[in-house]
């Protein structure tokens, strides 16, 4: 039973548009989400996070929207950059109990 | 301040040996978690130790083993390998403050193993 899903395993944009990245959870006991970005080689690193007492959350370029009817998140990422480049994981978790973590979206940006 | 360390970095097996993998957590940190990455499956959450307790475990077969010890380094251990458990595995740590699911957790760069 997958409790967090990212049914995009992978995404292409070009470099200066917006890039989407979507999230599904169906655990409404989840309270907190994030998003990490992994490079190959490297363990993945913290993105952006936000609570569910929030709907957005913002840091720079990065935009986290929840919608807790829908059990939806997405990032969003304006302007993509050749650095954005990455696989980029969701991950939920409430309490002590541990993060549930997505697949993952490989995003692609072209030059 | 140094990074979350794993070693070793690759790692081959054969059928039905054990392996031990290391984990040095960031300085402070107290919780550590160990992941397995395999392609399309994402993060799977192998367990949590916190201060030298086993906090929370994953839905893995007892083949999968770990402990921590009292400066926080953690190791893991698999036990029969089999060929499924070729992946990579990540280790995370997360301030020393509460433990929660909120605490960020800063990861280390994996060990890949392949088991033959």
């Known amino acids: 039973d997958q409790q967090v899903k990212q049914n995009s395993p992978s995404l292409s944009v070009q470099e200066g548009r917006i890039s989407i990245l979507n999230c599904d959870y169906t655990?409404?006991?989840?309270?907190?989400f994030l998003w990490y970005k992994k490079y190959p080689a490297e363990g993945p690193t913290f993105l952006i996070s936000?609570?569910?007492i929030k709907d957005k959350n913002e840091d720079g370029r990065f935009t986290v929207f929840l919608n807790k009817s829908a059990k939806h998140l997405s990032l969003h990422i304006v302007p993509s950059q050749p650095g954005d480049s990455a696989v980029y994981f969701c991950?939920?978790?409430?309490?002590?109990?541990?993060?549930?973590w997505g697949a993952g979206t490989k995003l692609i940006i072209k030059p | 301040k140094a990074g979350v360390t794993q070693t070793p970095r690759y790692l081959i097996k054969t059928r039905g040996q054990q392996v031990t993998l290391s984990c040095s957590p960031i300085?402070?940190?107290?919780?550590v978690s160990w992941y397995q990455q395999t392609p399309g499956q994402g993060l799977q959450f192998l367990f949590e130790?916190?201060?030298?307790?086993?906090?929370n475990k994953g839905n893995f077969p007892g083949r999968f083993s770990g402990r921590q010890f009292s400066n926080s380094r953690s190791e893991m251990n698999v036990s029969t390998l089999e060929l499924g458990d070729s992946a990579l595995y990540l280790c995370?740590?997360?301030?020393?403050?509460?433990?929660?699911?909120?605490?960020?957790?800063?990861f280390g760069p994996g060990t890949r193993l392949t088991v033959l």
């Open positions: 995370a740590s997360s301030s020393p403050a509460s433990g929660t699911s909120t605490d960020t957790q800063y």
């Open positions: 300085s402070g940190h107290r919780s």
């Open positions: 130790y916190f201060s030298e307790t086993q906090r």
């Open positions: 655990n409404s006991m989840f309270d907190y």
């Open positions: 936000i609570s569910s």
């Open positions: 991950a939920a978790g409430w309490g002590n109990y541990q993060l549930i």
